[in-house]
């Protein structure tokens, strides 16, 4: 497979006399591929019914004259200002109840019906006039799902659309009491009419009722979304793409990715340190102007599996951005990493978000490749050189990993219900257990629950909320070895606590007691180092005990190809479980620099340095955002 | 008086089928007392009208055939479904005026006059069928008044209510206006029907303002309470009781429990450590699975005196609970040390909340004495052993302490209309003198501001509003040594300066100038050592000085028995203030370790060791979580 | 000149027998002018249209009587409960939309018309009664305009007015659209009846739409304040007055001091410093009791620009306040200081808040000179001792500082709406600088962006919005030296990158390309020495560099008289590139010990010891609190 390279494009924002200049300078940088279009509704469709398709007409056409593909947005996410007016309820509200208005972006609630009809018409007259033209290689749905906390809505219409869902899951009223436990509070519903929100309630609701309505909400993003792709399929063969972003775990990808062709995310290694990689501040500052050395890789994972191994980077920052609470530059250099990070993660494209900086409207401080003026911004001799070395680089062939790790949206949903720890986060756990094999320098597959292990040696199960009959399945007949975490299969799909207490494996006598939850500062230490931050199940079994807490209850248990991880392990005690486990799995590794990362294709072996300083990787110095590559025989 | 054990049983979250056996083991455990019924409203009134006796019928029934008292609930905590279909406007709103909707519990508003009449009316139907019963012991009304911050309600029923209170206390509109101060900012009313709730102001409305609105929502949960008192009490005379929780002071408790016969806490070391006892990190650290060493006995002597004497433990945390940030176990030993320090301080008896775990809804985390698989909890044996110990110990007689100290719910409401310092807090104030005093190993009663001061060598007053007439006489016939606090007697009854400055004591010649308020991290020092924290008086006296800044400035202040404390002594200060007080008064005392506290009753001395470590006490080792007693003569 | 004391007094709040003994005694005490009346229009007019004007002829009377002047107020900061009855819409909105209601103070929008009328209805009859009163010697219009963040609403009556003002700025909805950056997102509107309010919408709303909007808001204060102005000028030619806060900017202050002659400020040194200073907690412990040393300064510098050169301080803390967090008293001696603080800066007249402590309502914890019970506070023989002090000196001759800060209102709005980095405030950027200034012991004018530079050798323009055509004539031609601080120029008045990239000055060759932002606790070092902290521009210039950071990017640049300064300099660096450019401008300084500040008039030279230690300043010993002054030739 040969990587691509490309930018996102707002002719819109430019007069048309400058549209050929761009493209002949985007095809003369090594770009090949420019997205457009994902805001412009009130260009296409100035007033309801009224259509102005020539300027799109022109910009597809002056890019597909240098040779450019492109690919083309619905523009659902930015309705226009008489769409509001039109369907005046169409906005979604906030969990206090307030109206979420109009003046920026992402202001529909996706249960609104006349809404989704308006998506699905704009949506099938863009591939009624554009599917067969040939320099499209690519429909991008909408924009960001769930950006700005969008998945949930608290308006009428999703709790409509919610009374709805529920009759169609439960069909009778005491099946739903029952699996809620409504007895608990005398809870106890008559009829679905009654069930209301789970928002504003005195004190916490239901953790079945939360999880109902996070199902619910994630599964109306994912029924939108199909019905855009299949208006535009009727039209076309080329791929549907939708770019998710980084930690958004409230709607299930997996299942949006199911009706597209090709995952894609959008790629802020700065912003992201920052806001959401949950790293505390000795952490962020080291990698201030580079990026958490994990965050990226464990979306590029995870989006490979959305896409089905079909994935790209749609927007890779390329300098500072406007929205983080603070706004470094990358070091030079780690616009060339983060793009070769992602091709050794297998993207088959990476686009730098946006060609030209704006001088107008909320992201005028976000740079692009050029400056608002025209100029090449400082980071385009960076791209320049990138294009050219992927242009001279070998095909990258795919490969499996040897070890994988199960992740699983709902379960996210679930721990956000019921933490029962201020500090436990079902992504978190998961990305803290990445980020320990990462350290090891092996390559990494995620998988869905339901995911054949064929061809995996080890395979890491953490903070599974119930157990999928599926995956019991195939752990019975599965040889390699298996770590199952902490909170895996302790309820049932109701998020009850199942007859069998957790973790609830027939083969492995294990009970969890009870779980004691602490803060990160007050750890509980293990005899052989390291200790157990954030979540500790008191666990009674016969089994093997390969590690405990210094006052003795076991943390590590063992059958066979089995193990057992009754607690979140800190940084020293999940490195030494894992070197343990790569040991017996006869899975090579080694253990990098700290900030040093690596990752195998079937081809290539590529090292990252994420420092600012030089260190020395295998007898070799590595600069600060180097990028090393060996071919693999 | 011979304490007795119980525990908290919900029949209707189980199969009939069940009861039986967990009766006889309950039995066979050593409980005597269960408690049941206080959620079950929707199985008890499945619909408006219609009801479904038979299986609390039954439920009762198995438990008496075991031996086992009851106490029975009224259900109101858990208005059902329906009940808000007949009421819709029953909800209470929160400061922001938002609806607290159904979904959990305690989602009524005080004021709502039809809803006051559906809890009279299945108190009553309650009450006619079972209150002849020979095994229910006592009714408890309602559940954890003002949990969730349910108290205030920002609702119209409330507003109307709020104005009909005014006008039955001030008869007319320029007496309320006078009171308040109106003319401060010409906010003078011209009726009662003006007058709206004191939220969202543009800044800080009227104190006396905000105080008559906290006085009128405490009289609301009085008067809510009085009338399910008085609808039983027309039908039998067992004990009524009602569950109070810790450092809830957001309405009166002197006065609910002047309506009942026995009072109640729910008592959560751990989860009240972490969320309601304001100790730092370190403290909470250090007693991280014991509680703090002070919290519960602060509230026993509070409940006593709430019950007049006669108070139970009605829920008693048995392991980790769900519901603080963080939700680590009891260190083994401390579920029997707080039920020997509930007995210390003369708990008639000390029930385990719950019997066993639920599977399903809000709480399924929290933990019982039986696991959800029915199997024995961790506590289990611990609480076998401490029932035997009970079983066996001797009778245990009642005594009056020798230091007492004032506390009054009013205070604290406004105290919080005006705190003048951030950190200032009348609940938190009265504590930690009470800490301060038990460090010195003396046992202390809670007295309301009118109580008698008869017998007792030591009163403190510590931050009370305004001199009640019944105190003052009292006080100027008291002959023991009498403390007062900072900021007490600052006040009129409707929120004044009073014209003869603070402290306001005729027989003392001291006048506050003015008061100082400052962060806990710039302390001010004192000439002996130690220092003011929070809160310093500027005091000009001609009395003798016995503490003094480093400045110079007054500090402790005494004449003949009085002593004026003109600040808020950090424990260095306070432990040789109340060192030299006690010596005074004559009152044995001995310096505790850390975390080591002690209570004698009118038989036995107690000691208990709050440390997760062996301590020495008194020549002999203490273990983590021991306990220790010896006879009196 | 010779400046007056004075002080704010209420007779409505005490018996009209106390008012000739007050009166009395201010004048005894050396007061010579008093405010009145700002918040009693429920006693001037009780009910719509009844007056009873009797108690203030009275208290003018007395008051004269005694010799004192009078400033008399407008009482449109507090409209009587009976107007919100009249006009129930008169009440403004949060940002959530909540009304902000009755019970306090400000309680009204601006927008709102019939209020508008009412205000001017009881300015024009006041005046029409008072205006030839002989002993009234200014009108103070309204108070502390913005106190309670009350200048920016969100009801409806601001909604229309913002359309209406949008109409009459652009004329044509595309001019908006295209101003705004509409394309950006399909934010594009029809007209202009389809915009609201920038609340509540999804994600950030444009800037400049927040920015259309803040200005719109400070407009609408500025037409308020001109009708009053206009209402009562129709009467009587005595000055008219506001009294401003500290750190308000969110009105434009220099445009409602155009139609007053005198600006005044309401000085409270302690509760400013801890919340509103910015300092971090080391300072504000070092200054607890002394407040801020340059705060005071700033405020005295800034109003004395917006009353173009009239201003006075209407009210000075004399103790411990009730409204910050935390409320200590001053240290002894600090009332002095400040009040000779703010005659050192020019003022005309220093009022002490207020006369006498009032026992009820919102301030009775708000010392006075007075105690309640009418006692002398701690403060009085401090104030007698400076009214003495006043008395016997010289007269105070204006003069022109040598050096000037450019301070810009709009500015600080579009760094609010756009700060790009969390820590970035134009405010605390222009004080920072101006704080830096101070320590080097130099006299500062504030100037206004379109204000003369004549006269002046240094100026500087930190972080202006976009460059006044007016002030980029003036610097064409002027002289002395210019340090163009971070931000300055970056923007068009639409809020847009201009087309030449800041800094966007002809005759620098100087360009920004890109900004990065970043964590107050971690700045990038300077070669020189100390750092670049928060905010740090890219530039590209071919001028002399006389700074750079330790990576060698340019931060200071030179040609010529004008500097530009890339980003925000710490303490340690802003003092080197100041004394730098003071030894260019050839202006002398001397560094001060740390809290020490000086300044100068015409006619002396005052010395300020802000520290609670004795310090040494020029070989004499400086005790805490002291001021000194030497006369100069």
Not at 535 to 563: A, F, K, M
Not at 581 to 598: F, K, N, Q, T
Request: net charge negative; aromatic share 12%.
């Amino acid at each position: 497979m040969k990587p691509i390279l490309g930018t996102c494009y707002y002719p819109e924002h430019w007069p048309a006399s400058q549209w050929d200049e761009d493209a002949r300078q985007m095809a003369e940088l090594g770009l090949k591929v420019i997205r457009i279009g994902e805001f412009a509704w009130s260009r296409y469709e100035p007033e309801p019914g009224r259509f102005t398709w020539a300027w799109l007409d022109q910009a597809i056409e002056t890019l597909a004259k240098h040779g450019l593909q492109v690919v083309l947005c619905t523009p659902t996410a930015t309705p226009p200002r008489w769409m509001v007016d039109r369907h005046p309820d169409m906005l979604a509200r906030d969990e206090q109840g307030n109206e979420r208005k109009f003046g920026s972006r992402r202001h529909y609630c996706f249960s609104h019906i006349a809404y989704r009809e308006e998506s699905v018409r704009i949506a099938r007259l863009m591939a009624e006039r554009y599917a067969k033209h040939p320099a499209i290689v690519g429909w991008q749905i909408d924009n960001e799902y769930s950006c700005h906390d969008t998945v949930r809505s608290y308006s009428d219409s999703a709790c409509t659309a919610f009374r709805v869902w529920l009759a169609a899951k439960y069909h009778k009223i005491d099946a739903l009491n029952t699996a809620w436990g409504n007895v608990f509070w005398s809870m106890e519903y008559d009829e679905f009419a009654q069930i209301e929100l789970p928002n504003l309630t005195v004190t916490e609701p239901c953790p079945t009722h939360l999880l109902d309505f996070y199902r619910f909400s994630s599964d109306q993003v994912v029924s939108y979304n199909k019905l855009q792709a299949e208006a535009i399929r009727a039209y076309t063969d080329v791929p549907l793409i939708h770019n998710y972003m980084g930690r958004t775990v409230d709607f299930d990808h997996y299942k949006v990715g199911a009706d597209l062709e090709i995952a894609s995310w959008d790629s802020y290694p700065l912003g992201f340190l920052v806001d959401r990689s949950g790293a505390d501040s000795a952490w962020q500052q080291r990698f201030e102007r580079q990026g958490d050395p994990d965050f990226q890789a464990f979306h590029h994972d995870l989006y490979r599996a959305v896409g089905n191994g079909r994935w790209w980077v749609m927007e890779q920052q390329p300098g500072p951005v406007n929205w983080a609470p603070n706004n470094p530059a990358p070091l030079p250099g780690m616009v060339r990493l983060w793009t070769w990070e992602a091709i050794a993660h297998q993207a088959e494209a990476v686009c730098y978000f946006r060609w030209r900086q704006a001088p107008f409207a909320q992201e005028q401080m976000h740079a692009g490749l050029l400056r608002p003026d025209s100029q090449p911004a400082a980071v385009y001799p960076e791209v320049a050189e990138t294009a050219r070395e992927i242009q001279q680089f070998d095909d990258i062939q795919p490969a499996q990993a040897d070890v994988a790790i199960v992740f699983d949206y709902e379960s996210c949903w679930a721990w956000e219900a019921q933490p029962q720890g201020e500090d436990f986060d079902g992504f978190g756990l998961a990305f803290d257990l990445y980020r320990s094999l990462r350290r090891l320098g092996v390559s990494i597959d995620i998988l869905k629950p339901e995911s054949s292990l064929d061809g995996y040696k080890l395979v890491l199960i953490p903070g599974l909320l119930a157990w999928p009959e599926v995956l019991l399945a195939q752990l019975s007949s599965f040889s390699g070895s298996v770590l199952i975490g902490p909170r895996t299969g302790s309820k049932t799909a109701n998020f009850q606590i199942p007859a069998q207490l957790p973790p609830n494996i027939s083969s492995l006598d294990c009970t969890v007691q009870y779980v004691e939850t602490f803060p990160i500062t007050s750890p509980r230490p293990l005899t052989d180092g390291g200790a157990v931050r954030t979540w500790l199940e008191s666990v009674q079994t016969t089994e093997t005990v390969l590690e405990t807490t210094v006052d003795g209850q076991p943390v590590l248990i063992s059958r066979g190809n089995l193990r057992y991880l009754a607690g979140w392990p800190d940084q020293e005690a999940a490195q030494r479980i894992f070197q343990r486990l790569l040991d017996d799995a006869e899975i090579a590794y080694s253990l990098m620099p700290e900030g040093v990362r690596r990752r195998a294709t079937g081809s290539h072996e590529f090292t990252f340095n994420y420092n600012a300083t030089s260190v020395e990787v295998d007898g070799e110095v590595m600069a600060p955002a180097a990028v090393r590559w060996r071919a693999l025989d």
